[in-house]
């Protein structure tokens, strides 16, 4: 009685091959749409059902395992557009010499992509070799995330400013931003893979301006006021993991062509948590709390100084 009870209760498994060929034609009929079955028809013996079912449910599974298998399988053209996004000629070298709280920490070299990206390569070599007045040297990296490594880049206000403005340079990112917007039509995919150099150009977090009535000459008028300022196009940062996110803010310039070991070191470096799962910071973010700002700009700052203590070209 027991062996009887457990059979009822545990549903049938069936480990069914093929219909044999004596009931291929009851299948077809019963998977044929708009068919009409009688009464004679479903008068069939338990044993036949469930090859009528397999029957009616083979033919979708082999469509939908065909469909996975086309989608899977990309096209040779989409790996050549990747393989050209990805894998670009280089055609000047660069070198950042970086040290953590004093002790040398090693050299990084980089390749820059000066036939895809003449303007960003152009920026980024005359900010480390100093031919606009004002380089990367002695400046600080001031982010490490998980996913990347961003350095400070140079002030738009202060002494870095003065010497810009001396030596007629232009700290803008407006021809930055054209080119990113070519690259990005060119090549759709993720650019900031691992190892890839990247000028940030954009702030995706930045607010709209702020709408605000205004009197003018006796007449109100609405104006817009901007909420923070947008990056110089000094900015850099280098991917450590594959980042799809970076590409709405950065121009990939180059990348790590030696000295992957330096820029993992860095990324180990300790930093201030972020905190952005804190009631109290969730509610300041909400009313629009100034100290909640600062305090993520706090976020994931090294507690050690990594310093570029010497850049330039290499011959």
Not at 296 to 304: L, V
Request: net charge positive.
């Amino acid at each position: 009685m027991r062996q009887l009870l457990q059979s009822m209760s545990t549903p049938p498994q069936f480990h069914l091959p093929y219909p044999p060929p004596h009931l291929q034609i009851k299948a077809a009929k019963f998977a044929r749409p708009g068919c009409k079955i009688s009464r004679r028809d479903l008068a069939i013996s338990g044993s036949t059902l469930p090859f009528l079912l397999a029957t009616y449910f083979w033919p979708s599974q082999a469509q939908a395992n065909s469909e996975e298998t086309s989608t899977s399988i990309s096209s040779p053209e989409a790996d050549s557009v990747k393989n050209d996004c990805t894998n670009q000629p280089t055609t000047k070298r660069a070198f950042l010499d970086v040290s953590i709280d004093g002790e040398p920490a090693g050299r990084i070299i980089i390749g820059l992509y000066g036939d895809s990206t003449p303007f960003g390569s152009s920026r980024f070599t005359s900010l480390v070799t100093g031919a606009a007045g004002i380089s990367y040297r002695r400046k600080e990296f001031v982010k490490i995330v998980p996913n990347y490594i961003q350095h400070g880049g140079i002030r738009s206000y202060g002494v870095d400013a003065e010497l810009a403005k001396r030596t007629g340079s232009d700290l803008a990112a407006d021809s930055l931003v054209l080119e990113w917007e070519a690259a990005n039509k060119k090549c759709p995919g993720t650019k900031n893979i691992a190892g890839s150099l990247g000028i940030v150009i954009r702030d995706p977090a930045k607010p709209p301006p702020k709408l605000k009535v205004v009197a003018r000459k006796g007449k109100l008028e609405i104006d817009e006021e901007e909420v923070g300022t947008d990056p110089n196009g000094t900015e850099f940062l280098i991917a450590t993991k594959d980042s799809p996110e970076l590409d709405a803010s950065t121009l990939v310039v180059g990348k790590v062509v030696e000295g992957m070991d330096v820029v993992e070191r860095i990324s180990k470096v300790k930093t201030v948590q972020e905190n952005t799962g804190s009631p109290y910071f969730r509610v300041a973010k909400l009313i629009g709390d100034k100290r909640a700002v600062v305090a993520e700009r706090g976020f994931y700052r090294p507690y050690s100084k990594v310093i570029i203590t010497n850049c330039g070209l290499i011959d």
